[in-house]
C-alpha cells in the first residue's frame, strides 16, 4: 500500500483528503522541494530544508514544524513505502480559506508529500539530451521554490512537442535556466552558470557542482551568457535532483546548435557521484 505524508503523520493514501479550498488547489499558493532518496537516504536533506524555509519566508508563510520533524516525517514515508531509490515531494500551501485573493495570516498551512521510484537514466547522463530554447515567460521571482510553475509546464510541454527533454529559456538573449533545471556552458576550460538571483531558482545540485568544481580545480564562473555565448560553447550540461548532472547534446528552437560530451561534464559527473556515494 503506499503511503503519503498529510500535516504531521504517514497516512495510507486512500485516506487522504484534499480540501477544494486549499489556496494551493485555487492559486497555487505554496512552496514545495523534491529530494532525491540513494540507498533509502535522502540526498542534501538539509539544504532542501532551509531553501523550504526560505521559500515560505519569501512569501509571507511559515513552516508549521521543525525541520528535524520534517526529516523524521520524510524518513518514515521511505520505509513505510519501502523505497529504495527515488524521490520525496513534499509541499506546503497557505492553508484552507474560501477563496479570496487576499490570504489571511490566521489559516493553518497545510504540509503534505508523496515517494515516487527513480532510477538514474544512464543513456541520458552518457549520451546526452535534446533540447528547446524558448522565451522565459516566467515571473520575477524565480528563486522561490512556489507550486505555481505555469511558465514552466508550458515551455516543457512545447519542449516535449519538438522531441526535445528540456526546455531552456531566455529572457531578452541572456540565458536563465532550464524549465526545471540549472544550465551550465564551459567555454575555454571555464564553467559558467547563471548567477543566483530572481531569475533563476538556486538548485541544491547546482550548489553541489559549484562545490565540486572548487573541489577538481575547474573554474566556475556566477555570470550571466547569451544566447550567442551558448553558441560557441564547448561544453552545456544541466543539473537537477532528478537529472542530476546531464549533458545537453543538442538545442533547437531560439536557437540551433550541437555538442559533444566533454572532459569538464564527465569529470563533473565523476565527483558529483563520488559525493553522493559518499553522502550514503
Ligand atoms: N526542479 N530550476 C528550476 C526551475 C527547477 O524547477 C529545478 C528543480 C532546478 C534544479 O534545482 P535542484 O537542483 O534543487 O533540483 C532549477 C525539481 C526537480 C522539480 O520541480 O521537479
Request: proline letters at 3%; a negative charge; glycine letters at 6%.
Amino acid at each position: 500500500m503506499d503511503y503519503v505524508l498529510y500535516q504531521n503523520s504517514i497516512i495510507p493514501k486512500d485516506q487522504l483528503k484534499i480540501e477544494m479550498e486549499d489556496r494551493g488547489y485555487m492559486f497555487g499558493d505554496g512552496i514545495y522541494e523534491v529530494v532525491r532518496v540513494y540507498n533509502g537516504v535522502p540526498f542534501t536533506m538539509q539544504e532542501h530544508l532551509e531553501r523550504f524555509e526560505q521559500s515560505a519566508a519569501a512569501l509571507d508563510m511559515s513552516v508549521p514544524y521543525h525541520t528535524a520533524k520534517i526529516t523524521e516525517l520524510i524518513q518514515s514515508l521511505i520505509q513505510k513505502n519501502n523505497m529504495n531509490s527515488g524521490i520525496v515531494y513534499f509541499q506546503l500551501t497557505r492553508g484552507i480559506q474560501p477563496r479570496n485573493h487576499l490570504y489571511s495570516r490566521e489559516i493553518e498551512p497545510v504540509l503534505s508529500g508523496f515517494s515516487k521510484p527513480l532510477e538514474t537514466n544512464i543513456e541520458w547522463q552518457q549520451n546526452g539530451i535534446d533540447t528547446w530554447m524558448t522565451k522565459d515567460i516566467r515571473w520575477l521571482r524565480c528563486d522561490i521554490k512556489t507550486i505555481n510553475l505555469l511558465g514552466n509546464i508550458m515551455v516543457k510541454r512545447e519542449a516535449s512537442d519538438q522531441d526535445c527533454h528540456e526546455a531552456l529559456q531566455h529572457r531578452d538573449g541572456i540565458v536563465t535556466e532550464g524549465s526545471s533545471s540549472n544550465l551550465f556552458l564551459v567555454k575555454e576550460n571555464v564553467i559558467f552558470t547563471h548567477p543566483a538571483t530572481n531569475l533563476i531558482l538556486n538548485g541544491i545540485t547546482r550548489r553541489v557542482v559549484l562545490r565540486l568544481a572548487d573541489e577538481i580545480g575547474a573554474l566556475l564562473k556566477e555570470k550571466q551568457f547569451t544566447l550567442e555565448d551558448l553558441k560557441q560553447a564547448d561544453e552545456v550540461f544541466i543539473t537537477s535532483t532528478t537529472m542530476e548532472i546531464t549533458p545537453v547534446r543538442s538545442i533547437k528552437g531560439d536557437i540551433t546548435t550541437s555538442f559533444d560530451i566533454g572532459p569538464w561534464t564527465k569529470k563533473l559527473q565523476e565527483a558529483f557521484t563520488n559525493y553522493r556515494n559518499k553522502q550514503q
